[in-house]
């Protein structure tokens, strides 16, 4: 099966820049995603890794290195509506032919003044 | 284009009633999944559906039934609730063209079992 970790929390304050990271054990890696999750609504898709590297968007990169089963989400300029739970999320090509994907436990963001 | 639709958003239920909570996609994708949420735990796969017609489990499928008969919908059926299954449910559907592949959920479920 799949195992992913990351903090269960993080802290910064506005304008700054935070790294949330994901640690994972596949055992057929596909891809990892990253999802933002605010209070009571529903999560919501921010990017996706299948190669190693660096993906931007906007203010949100993510970055993957396959050899080390590691990625994180790069959120700059941090505004207060970024306060948020974050997800990262893998897909196993050696579970369900790679249609599953599994969610980590996510890391509450929380931005301060 | 509404995207991903569920109902109802809240419901309770008494043990041992069953009940069916609705998921509709209008983006003809064909990959559609079901999620349950519980505090501190994630996103549970209960089961997931690779078109019209083929549905298979995932990680927590114990009490839930689905069906695909159209690209459309996915519904998700409790036989026999019970309190383990308050949680909030998530239905989702993916889109996989291309190299990028996006997850849309639905405004979710929220199910109280007494």
């Known amino acids: 099966g799949q195992s992913l970790e990351q903090p269960s929390e993080v802290t910064a304050v506005e304008g700054a820049i935070v790294q949330i990271n994901c640690t994972y054990q596949t055992s057929g890696f596909y891809g990892l995603s990253w999802y933002q999750q605010h209070d009571g609504g529903a999560p919501t898709f921010l990017s996706y890794?299948?190669?190693?590297g660096l993906e931007e968007t906007g203010r949100f990169s993510s970055f993957l290195s396959r050899s080390d089963s590691y990625g994180y989400l790069l959120l700059q300029e941090l505004q207060m509506k970024d306060s948020a739970s974050y997800f990262c999320?893998?897909?196993?090509?050696?579970?369900?032919?790679?249609?599953?994907?599994?969610f980590g436990t996510g890391t509450q963001l929380k931005v301060e003044l | 284009n509404a995207g991903v639709t569920q109902t109802p958003k809240f419901q309770v239920l008494k043990t041992g009633q069953s009940m069916t909570l609705q998921c509709a996609q209008d983006m003809n994708h064909e990959y559609m999944s079901w999620y349950r949420q519980d505090p501190g735990m994630g996103l549970r796969l209960i089961h997931y559906?690779?078109?019209?017609?083929?549905?298979d489990q995932g990680e927590v499928p114990n009490g839930y039934n689905v069906s695909r008969s159209t690209t459309e919908d996915f519904p998700l059926r409790l036989l026999s609730a019970a309190p383990s299954q308050t949680s909030v449910y998530f239905c989702?559907?993916?889109?996989?063209?291309?190299?990028?592949?996006?997850?849309?959920f639905g405004p979710g479920t929220r199910l109280l079992v007494l």
């Open positions: 989702a559907s993916r889109d996989e063209t291309g190299d990028q592949e996006t997850q849309y």
């Open positions: 999320a893998v897909r196993d090509y050696n579970t369900g032919g790679g249609n599953k994907l599994t």
């Open positions: 890794n299948a190669l190693d």
């Open positions: 559906s690779v078109g019209a017609g083929i549905t």
